[in-house]
Antibody, heavy 120, light 108 residues
Framework: EVQLVESGGGLVKAGGSLTLSCAASGFTFSSYTLDWVRQTPGKGLEWVSSISSGSDYIYYVDSVKGRFTVSRDNAKNAMYLQMNSLSAEDTAVYYC?????????????WGRGTLVTVSS | SYVLTQPPSVSVAPGKAARITCGGNNIGSKSVHWYQQKPGQAPVLVIYNDSDRPSGIPVRFSGSNFGNTATLTISRVEAGDEADYYCQVWDASSDHWVFGGGTKVTVL
């Protein structure tokens, strides 16, 4: 069974940093592109970042470029999102997502999400 | 940047069809994916590549994509279909995934 479990969320002050982790199981981790998608409470979905299976291709939404860094460790079946210079606009539930393939392939599995709250 | 436009809400009586649109410039040239999200849960893929259904998704869910509009149709709507629905495309010109703003489906 495919499982994606996020961790590392919490309360952080504006300007601070946080690192999210995504632990994966139930599939060949090193073969899949992974993404981060966030959702402000009560609002819609926003794609944040994508990292290819071998970390060859990395993409970010413009609003986090230069502040967020996505990485993965295929030996540990884990993906990370280092978030710096956080602001209130970054407050959201962050989902770890598996993509069936490279873009434009769909997202077939989602984690339950981890909540990041940035206080001003 | 590429923009996807969805109606904020759609209301439908049980047993009727609900149609959720997703508008975008020449969206017919892109692959559109649709997700269902119920309160307190993560999104679930219901349609991929415009009109394909993942295993386990009822045949009542179908999709189409022509011109500037993609459509998710839920036939014979049931109370359990109440949820938010999001369309998604890959914008190759910016290397960005784009989601529509979401549509809340209410079963009357």
């Amino acid at each position: 069974e495919v499982q994606l479990v996020e961790s590392g969320g919490g309360l952080v002050k504006a300007g601070g940093s946080l690192t999210l982790s995504c632990a994966a199981s139930g599939f060949t981790f090193s073969s899949y592109t992974l993404d981060w998608v966030r959702q402000t409470p009560g609002k819609g979905l926003e794609w944040v970042s994508s990292i290819s299976s071998g970390s060859d291709y990395i993409y970010y939404v413009d609003s986090v470029k230069g502040r967020f860094t996505v990485s993965r460790d295929n030996a540990k079946n884990a993906m990370y999102l280092q978030m710096n210079s956080l602001s209130a606009e970054d407050t959201a539930v962050y989902y770890c997502v598996r993509a069936w393939g490279a873009p434009p392939s769909f997202f077939d599995y989602w984690g339950r999400g981890t909540l990041v709250t940035v206080s001003s | 940047s590429y923009v996807l436009t969805q109606p904020p809400s759609v209301s439908v009586a049980p047993g009727k069809a609900a149609r959720i649109t997703c508008g975008g410039n020449n969206i017919g040239s892109k692959s559109v994916h649709w997700y269902q999200q119920k309160p307190g849960q993560a999104p679930v893929l219901v349609i991929y590549n415009d009109s394909d259904r993942p295993s386990g998704i009822p045949v009542r869910f179908s999709g189409s994509n022509f011109g500037n509009t993609a459509t998710l149709t839920i036939s014979r709507v049931e109370a359990g279909d109440e949820a938010d629905y999001y369309c998604q495309v890959w914008d190759a010109s910016s290397d960005h995934w784009v989601f529509g703003g979401g549509t809340k489906v209410t079963v009357l």
